[in-house]
């Protein structure tokens, strides 16, 4: 079974201090990685997938599959930033994605 | 283009009672899902399609029935309400792998 983990419920930074959202996850096969965020009163939307390999609004992640990880980074939080980010997992040629329980970000002023 | 268009936005039901939610989209995409958000629980795949005339359960599909007679629009329908049922519901599109284009959700209240 695939599963996603996300450690943190919340996580509060302050404006210019580096972000680390967490995630690991469980698969078998070639895992496909992705980061949605969702900010207040917008749609669900896709930030960034593992095999792009860029930097979406600043933020960036590397996929470990050594340490199952795929956390999201980036060097200095902004207030909007701010937002529930979910790290979701799919398998190679499938449609279906595994969300985690999601990360609410606040970026303190 | 619209992309992913849901109806109703709120919704109040009674325990017993039956409803369908709409997801409609105008990107021709072949695959369409409905997921459930909870508090705490993230988001969690009820049923999905990989086109018309196909669907298939996912991780929590007790309660709910779905078809897909076009390529455009995908019901959800609950049969008989549950307080258990409430929860805000997001409808999803894709072209290709991993990359889901989500609809503005429809909270649910069952009560």
């Known amino acids: 079974a695939q599963r996603v983990t996300q450690p943190e419920k919340l996580l509060s930074v302050f404006k210019g201090a580096p972000v680390e959202l967490k995630c690991n996850y469980s698969?078998?096969?070639?895992?496909?990685l992705f980061w949605y965020v969702q900010y207040s009163r917008q749609r669900l939307q896709l930030l960034l997938r593992h095999i792009s390999r860029e930097s979406i609004k600043g933020f960036t992640a590397d996929l470990n599959k050594g340490e199952t990880s795929f956390h999201l980074k980036k060097p200095f939080a902004q207030e909007e930033d701010s937002a529930m980010y979910y790290c979701a997992l799919g398998g190679a040629g499938s449609y279906q994605l595994t969300f985690g329980k999601g990360t609410k970000l606040s970026v303190i002023p | 283009n619209a992309g992913v268009t849901q109806t109703p936005k709120f919704q109040v039901l009674k325990t017993g009672q039956s409803m369908t939610l709409q997801c409609a989209q105008d990107m021709n995409h072949e695959y369409m899902s409905w997921y459930r958000q909870d508090p705490g629980m993230g988001l969690r795949l009820i049923h999905y399609s990989v086109g018309a005339g196909i669907t298939d359960q996912g991780e929590v599909p007790n309660g709910y029935n779905v078809s897909r007679s076009t390529t455009e629009d995908f019901p959800l329908r609950l049969l008989s309400a549950a307080p258990s049922q409430t929860s805000v519901y997001f409808c999803?599109?894709?072209?290709?792998?991993?990359?889901?284009?989500f609809g503005e959700g429809s909270r649910l209240t069952v009560l």
């Open positions: 999803a599109s894709s072209y290709t792998t991993g990359e889901l284009f």
């Open positions: 698969y078998s096969g070639s895992p496909e």
